[in-house]
């Protein structure tokens, strides 16, 4: 959640509240009362205010100011990511930032995105800009902040990204294809329940691979030890998964055990300064 300080009007439904209450704020939830009226009677009879204090219900909250009056209040943006890998295994990250906060996704024209794609064995990159359209369909467009480029389309359908298509321009002004239809990343904390999520899903080919991120502190032991991550992939060896282990804290890994004979396994992310025992023997 990010914070930003912005300066608001100084009048309030043409009242200048400094002419009311110099060098403060005055802060109140009142029923069926004119704001102003209330702060301009409040200077010119104090007696008003025991009057007001009986017949109304109100809360009252004063903030101090520095002496040339200025007047801060605080804006909340709200941040949606979305994870999705490419038929590659290339992973897209889109944040979409807007200035209202919202129980569920439902972006508005002119939020802010920024867009990361990490491509295997390049360094990761950026496009960034605002929402220029939304469809009924769960289609954005977001138009990127470089000069002259083209908005590219993304597929957002029940908070997950499904499809990118378009040209992207890049930070550095590259536009690159989009990868078209993408597999949203699934996140889970424990083997078991990846495990049970990989058994309701259908089966998949390898070129159409579920991303899943494992954020856990062990793998379980070799594949061959029931409750095993290994394990958990071999019961399932009909659906293809790229393995993101990077949010994950183990340190050692035995890839002679870990994932022997996880035929279902295309590639894996392994966290950082991990110690790799042996030799791979998963299919990349």
């Known amino acids: 959640m990010l914070f930003e300080t912005v300066n608001p009007s100084r009048e309030l439904d043409g009242c200048d509240v400094t002419r009311c209450i110099p060098n403060k704020i005055l802060t109140m939830n009142l029923k069926n009362t004119h704001y102003c009226d209330i702060l301009l009677k409040m200077k010119k009879n104090s007696i008003l205010l025991g009057v007001l204090v009986i017949a109304l219900v109100f809360t009252i909250t004063i903030v101090g100011c520095d002496d040339d009056n200025s007047k801060s209040q605080t804006v909340i943006y709200e941040s949606f990511d979305y994870e999705s890998i490419d038929t590659a295994g290339n992973t897209y990250i889109l944040v979409i930032t807007g200035k209202t906060s919202r129980a569920t996704y439902t972006s508005v024209k002119g939020d802010s995105y920024e867009l990361t794609i990490k491509k295997v064995g390049y360094p990761n990159k950026e496009s960034k800009g605002n ?51 993408v597999t949203p990343v699934e996140t889970f904390t424990s083997v078991a329940s990846m495990a049970t999520w990989l058994k309701a899903q259908s089966d998949n080919t390898v070129d159409t691979p579920y991303g899943v991120k494992l954020n856990v502190n062990k793998l379980g032991g070799p594949s061959s030890k029931s409750g095993s991550t290994g394990a958990a992939l071999i019961a399932n060896n009909t659906k293809y998964v790229n393995l993101d282990l990077s949010g994950s804290t183990f340190t050692t890994f035995d890839d002679f055990q870990d994932f022997l004979n996880c035929t279902s396994l295309t590639s894996v992310t392994m966290p950082p300064m991990i110690i790799v025992k042996g030799n791979i023997v998963f299919p990349l």
Do not use: Q, R, Y
């Not at 908070?159 to 536009?175: S, Y």
């Open 131 to 181: 929402v220029s359209t939304i469809g009924t369909d769960g289609i954005l467009g977001l138009k990127p902040k470089k000069a002259d480029s083209e908005p590219f389309n993304v597929n957002v359908s029940s908070g997950k990204m499904t499809a990118i298509t378009g040209k992207i321009t890049l930070e550095d002004g590259e536009a690159v294809p989009a990868p078209g239809v």
